[in-house]
């Protein structure tokens, strides 16, 4: 099938460019921009507590008080605040109601802390939909006015709040896409042009990638628009990875089998028929296990994730199907003036050190499957250590606006003040809610361990909802205050509703609890399932039984691995709190899915190998050695594009970076190197159970065909090499 694809894309190479650049062309032109949000309660399904009290606050209090920015004031030598400078936050507050802000609703100013260290002024802003950044606008100008308003006061202001934090964290975003892009690109640049000695090679990867790109893009967003799918914020920069990495990684696979039957004497146009059919199947399983992996978070019920699937899916689906059709056809076009101004490629290398670590895997297979199995367990023990965060983490020296004034605010105020848990108590029968059951409410969530105050908030119009606010005495965003709502706060709110009442917990907090057992139910049905399907592409692959089941379980050691990785040096050495909640699942898709590209194709030449007529130990020494170049170039490549992410100032990025990185380290030199090619070894031909290797048929002149060298094309066959001997590998 796929050398009858390469004989239409080589045929009809002008067809294939020209259809490629009007789709291309009609794709960027008409599609929507991709619209995020970093909303988390926006990521929860509507079954969740957190959701549930949100419904309930937003039709009882339609126009309730909650504030979404947060102006802190403090005096610039740090002292107490006087009645001079309260007076004077009094004034600016009035100032900012007068000035009518998009979006904002109401401005009230509240009065100054315990110790008069700071004073806040309360913004109250309309909800809007996900993409509309009217509650942005209205910040940046409020941070405008403020520069004026509290000139030559004595006093600092800044401003924080949901609405603050989001337009910080998107600034910081398009900041990291920028250096994640740059760094992608630089890397891309130097590597290819080492490998291949060719800045034609290079210059047609970067421009073929951003084409691509820019039609991924367009079908994303198409498909979020018409779906109402919701984005994080950091889909954009795992676009620019995986679509720089992963299409690189296959271009890689294609220009080597493509410069190895130059080499074999085969014309440029035979060559590329040639390369896309050898390699083509093992790209096209590679990025299959990939797609599913992806396709299989729409299993999960964090919208974000369900979202993030078809959208990573999409962005390896088209760079399949152009590493298939429009590279071939560019590069069948071009010839070998591809690789100008080098003229390396007419010359078969030594593979001196690819070729000595093939022959010591083939000569002590089991010495290494335990040495590189019991490296991967070793890293693996760290897992145990595993702790998630839920909220962006921000170290004191964070220069954001809203972190320095959310800092300066938790100095003098309870930690749990900047986002107080709302616990909402509704009337099941209709009834108006007593005053007394109220009162003795608030009471009952004051005794709650954990909860420095509580009060009731506000009650509606018909007397039927009442809103409580209670105050933790720990960050709102960590595990502590999670574990407080989690347990004692959610069961003193149900237990002393009064009779004829429901009572529900919302707040970030609550929503943080409420993620975390979406993502605890996420991990048992989408690992699996994602698991059996790649086991079942590998199956049909290698049309085995026996190989999918130990290259599983070397992927799920690779994952242990770089989990116990990311735990020593985020949590261990750098000392943070823990490792963002949703790492472990984008480990498990990249680490496990891209990692196993590598082992397909290292699998794939060990079965071409064994076709050949090779023993096991034979084909394992021939394939380390012709395979290993490809499958270490290619993870450097793709492990170099992902650790560019650790340039963003975001945490959550600089840990994903760091572990998929590490973890495609790991697949491609300790998995694919050694410890699958060594248990491949170990097993023999039963590796290939139950389907029984034939060696190919010998060629007319009764030379068997040994995969590395072919014979002379006659004069009269056209080949513009055949004055060129074969070069023969030299083991």
């Not at 909220?391 to 972190?403: G, N, P, R, V």
């Not at 709302?422 to 007394?436: A, F, H, I, Q």
């Amino acid at each position: 099938m796929f050398k009858a694809l390469g004989r239409f894309v080589v045929g009809h190479r002008w067809l294939v460019i020209i259809s490629w650049l009007i789709a291309g062309a009609a794709v960027i032109g008409f599609a929507p921009s991709l619209t995020t949000t970093s909303d988390q309660a926006e990521f929860l399904p509507k079954q969740y507590e957190s959701i549930q009290a949100q419904k309930i606050q937003e039709k009882a209090f339609p126009k309730g008080f909650t504030p979404s920015a947060i102006v802190v004031f403090s005096r610039e030598d740090g002292r107490a605040l006087t009645a001079a400078d309260s007076a004077k936050v009094d004034k600016v507050g009035k100032a900012l109601k007068a000035k009518k802000y998009e979006k904002v609703e109401q401005v009230v100013t509240a009065p100054p802390s315990p110790h008069k260290k700071v004073q806040t002024v309360m913004v109250s802003m309309t909800d809007v939909k996900a993409g509309d950044k009217g509650q942005q606008h209205a910040v940046e100008d409020m941070r405008d006015d403020l520069k004026s308003l509290v000139a030559k006061s004595g006093l600092k202001a800044g401003v924080t709040g949901d609405a603050a934090t989001q337009l910080d964290n998107e600034e910081a975003s398009k900041k990291a896409d920028s250096l994640i892009f740059l760094g992608t690109i630089i890397l891309i640049v130097v590597l290819m042009t080492i490998i291949f000695r060719s800045p034609t090679i290079t210059i047609l990867t970067i421009v073929g990638i951003t084409l691509v790109s820019q039609v991924a893009n367009g079908l994303i967003a198409t498909c979020a628009k018409v779906f109402h799918l919701k984005a994080d914020s950091s889909v954009s920069s795992l676009l620019i990875v995986v679509l720089f990495g992963v299409g690189t990684d296959y271009i890689l696979f294609l220009m080597f089998r493509y410069r190895e039957r130059l080499r074999l004497g085969e014309d440029p146009k035979t060559a590329m028929v040639s390369a896309v059919g050898r390699v083509g199947e093992a790209i096209a399983s590679a990025a299959g296990a990939v797609v599913v992996c992806f396709l299989a978070l729409l299993l999960s019920s964090l919208s974000f994730l369900v979202s993030m699937g078809p959208a990573l899916a999409i962005a390896i689906g088209v760079t399949l199907l152009a590493c298939l059709t429009l590279i071939p056809a560019v590069i069948s076009l071009m010839g070998t003036k591809v690789f100008w101004p080098s003229k390396s490629w007419q010359r078969e290398p030594r593979a001196a050190r690819f070729g000595a670590l093939g022959r010591s895997v083939a000569r002590h297979p089991g010495r290494y499957v335990v040495a590189s199995g019991l490296l991967m367990i070793v890293c693996a023990v760290g897992a145990l250590g595993y702790k998630p965060t839920f909220a962006s983490q921000e170290d004191d020296k964070s220069t954001k606006e809203s972190q320095v004034a959310l800092h300066t605010m938790s100095k003098d105020l309870p930690a749990g003040s900047t986002n107080p848990s709302s616990v909402l108590m509704r009337s099941t029968n209709g009834e108006k809610l007593d005053e007394g059951d109220m009162k003795a409410f608030v009471a009952r969530l004051k005794q709650v361990k954990g909860v420095g105050d509580a009060s009731r908030a506000q009650v509606s119009k018909d007397g039927t909802t009442a809103e409580f606010n209670a105050v933790l005495t720990m960050d709102p965003n960590g595990r502590e205050a999670m574990d407080v709502v989690r347990g004692p706060l959610r069961t003193a709110a149900h237990e002393a509703a009064p009779p004829g009442t429901e009572t529900k917990v919302g707040g970030i907090t609550s929503v943080f609890v409420d993620i975390n057992k979406a993502v605890n139910r996420d991990f048992s049905v989408v690992f699996p399932t994602a698991a059996a399907l790649i086991m079942l592409i590998l199956g049909l692959l290698l049309r085995s039984a026996v190989a999918p089941v130990y290259l599983m379980v070397s992927v799920a050691l690779g994952f242990g691995a770089t989990l116990g990785a990311s735990v020593l040096l985020f949590q261990e050495i750098q000392g943070q709190a823990g490792l963002t909640f949703f790492l472990p699942v984008i480990m498990y898709l990249f680490v496990v899915a891209i990692g196993t590209d590598y082992n397909i194709l290292m699998v794939a030449r060990l079965r071409e190998e064994a076709k050949e007529g090779l023993g096991p130990r034979e084909a394992t020494a021939k394939s380390i050695q012709h395979a290993g170049p490809t499958v270490a170039a290619a993870g450097v490549i793709l492990a170099g594009t992902f650790a560019s992410m650790l340039l963003a100032s975001d945490a959550s990025l600089a840990q994903i970076g760091f572990a998929v990185a590490f973890g495609i380290m790991i697949s491609a030199f300790v998995m694919a190197m050694f410890f699958t090619p060594a248990l491949t070894a170990l097993f023999g031909r039963a590796a290939w159970w139950p389907r029984r290797i034939r060696p190919n048929a010998p060629h007319q002149n009764g030379t068997p065909y040994d995969g590395y060298q072919r014979p002379v094309p006659s004069q009269g066959g056209g080949s513009p090499y055949a004055h060129h001997p074969p070069q023969r590998r030299r083991d």
